[in-house]
């Protein structure tokens, strides 16, 4: 799968956000406030902007911009963020392996779904590093292929998605194996996921189950 979502799939994936992970992006935002964090955020595959544009909402003192490979993610992004009255956003043209960042210049860095994408894992995770200022933090986020069905049903009925979701219930568990939404839990933990975490400049790092999710937690110390 190309790591790019070229137009006019764009479209219809920013459709698709909105509709159903808008409320998992508001809950990240709301961990984001609690943490108390400040200073610059940089979300990583930003896509439509979805992400950026809840964080702005909940969280003061902080500098949010999205980076996409994507132009007209971009341009999407672009369009939500004054379409909501945002302006305390920025979105760029930027990749996991370019982001375009000075180094020591980045607070938390974020990423949802995109990981599993990447075809030089190792490459992304010392970018990241190599922006990230000490102390700071990246919070990776990607689906678990090998939830198993009460998993899924916890997950997405503590987001209350359920009702937003493009097929019945029962019909994404069945189908949940065979999407692209992740890999299953060993590859992050013993498979090529995990091994590129072990060949980057990270020294800290966890690796936590959320329900049908992965969180990655990167420490810069």
Excluded at 99 to 127: M, P, Q, R, Y
């Amino acid at each position: 799968m190309p790591e790019e979502i070229p137009w006019p799939f764009s479209r219809l994936y920013d459709r698709y956000v909105n509709r159903v992970f808008v409320k998992w992006f508001k809950q990240i935002a709301s961990e984001i406030r609690d943490s108390h964090i400040s200073g610059t955020i940089l979300d990583i595959g930003t896509g439509p902007g979805r992400l950026p544009i809840e964080i702005v909402k909940q969280v003061p003192n902080v500098k949010v911009i999205g980076i996409d490979i994507s132009k007209s993610m971009i341009k999407i992004a672009r369009k939500n963020a004054e379409k909501e009255g945002i302006d305390k956003v920025e979105f760029r043209i930027g990749s996991a392996y370019n982001t375009g960042f000075k180094d020591l210049s980045v607070d938390l860095v974020l990423s949802t779904g995109l990981i599993h994408h990447l075809k030089e894992a190792v490459k992304a995770f010392n970018e990241i590093y190599r922006i990230l200022k000490y102390k700071g933090e990246a919070w990776i986020y990607d689906g678990r292929r090998d939830a198993t069905k009460i998993e899924i049903e916890e997950t997405i009925r503590s987001m209350d998605m359920e009702k937003d979701l493009p097929l019945p219930l029962w019909i994404i568990e069945r189908i949940w194996p065979y999407m692209h939404i992740g890999c299953k839990t060993d590859v992050y933990i013993t498979g090529k996921i995990g091994e590129a975490l072990r060949k980057s400049l990270f020294k800290s790092y966890n690796i936590d189950k959320k329900g049908a999710y992965i969180k990655i937690t990167l420490k810069k110390t």
